[in-house]
T-cell receptor, first 115, second 110 residues
Framework: NAGVTQTPKFQVLKTGQSMTLQCAQD?????MYWYRQDPGMGLRLIYY???????DKGEVPNGYNVSRLNKREFSLRLESAAPSQTSVYFC??????????????FGPGTRLLVL | EDQVTQSPEALRLQEGESSSLNCSYT??????LFWYRQDPGKGPEFLFT???AGEEKEKERLKATLTKKESFLHITAPKPEDSATYLC???????????FGEGTQLTVNP
């Protein structure tokens, strides 16, 4: 049981390049999330998927797109990377029990540097 | 808008020196308050969930408590391996999102 896994662990991009961050969970959770973490800003929600087939914007969605590929996988895409997107990206998942989201469990993170 | 403020930003303790971390929050209606531990270069690791004022939970040297306005994470006789950043987050009854504080960076010196 690996929990939440993320690939890649590290990535360096040039401004304008695109990339996709991958996330998978093996806990049979309904809901998945993408956060970014920046010094002095805490964790901020980019996008989330409450259940397979749905996605919603979080606090800082501009410049990003997401795809809920299936129940296990949730990807985050940067179409044209900007230096402001240099950050550490975390994926998380949780169980949806009725209308209630339970505890979120986090992956190890992807460290992204945009030059 | 939900808000979470953690204090202090950083705390240095000697091994065995007990202390508390504070998490103050404002939320329209609290469904749950979460504590996470984050080690450098790693993702947040879940510690506790508290649901109602007066609730307490313990795990080894850590005890979390909750009032209507704040939560405390008490660390009793800490060890160097307790050094980490501790994050607090709230979940409102109106939605599923977590709102995180900026964390308290704890260093325990041997």
């Amino acid at each position: 049981n690996a929990g939440v896994t993320q690939t890649p662990k590290f990535q360096v991009l040039k401004t304008g390049q695109s990339m996709t961050l991958q996330c998978a969970q093996d806990m049979n959770h309904n809901s998945m999330y993408w956060y970014r973490q920046d010094p002095g800003m805490g964790l901020r929600l980019i996008y989330y998927s409450a259940s397979e087939g749905t996605t919603d914007k979080g606090e800082v969605p501009n410049g990003y797109n997401v795809s809920r590929l299936n129940k296990r996988e949730f990807s985050l895409r940067l179409e044209s990377a900007a230096p402001s997107q240099t950050s550490v990206y975390f994926c998380a998942s949780s169980r949806l029990l009725g209308q209630v989201q339970e505890t979120q469990y986090f992956g190890p993170g992807t460290r992204l540097l945009v030059l | 808008e939900d808000q979470v403020t953690q204090s202090p930003e950083a705390l240095r303790l000697q091994e065995g020196e007990s202390s508390s971390l504070n998490c103050s929050y404002t939320v329209s209606g609290l469904r749950g308050l979460f504590w996470y531990r984050q080690d450098p270069g790693k993702g947040p690791e879940f510690l506790f969930t508290l649901y109602s004022a007066g609730e307490e939970k313990e795990k080894e040297r850590l005890k979390a408590t909750l009032t209507k306005k704040e939560s405390f994470l008490h660390i009793t006789a800490p060890k160097p391996e307790d050094s980490a950043t501790y994050l607090c987050a709230v979940q409102a009854t109106s939605g599923s999102r977590l709102t995180f504080g900026e964390g308290t960076q704890l260093t325990v010196n041997p």
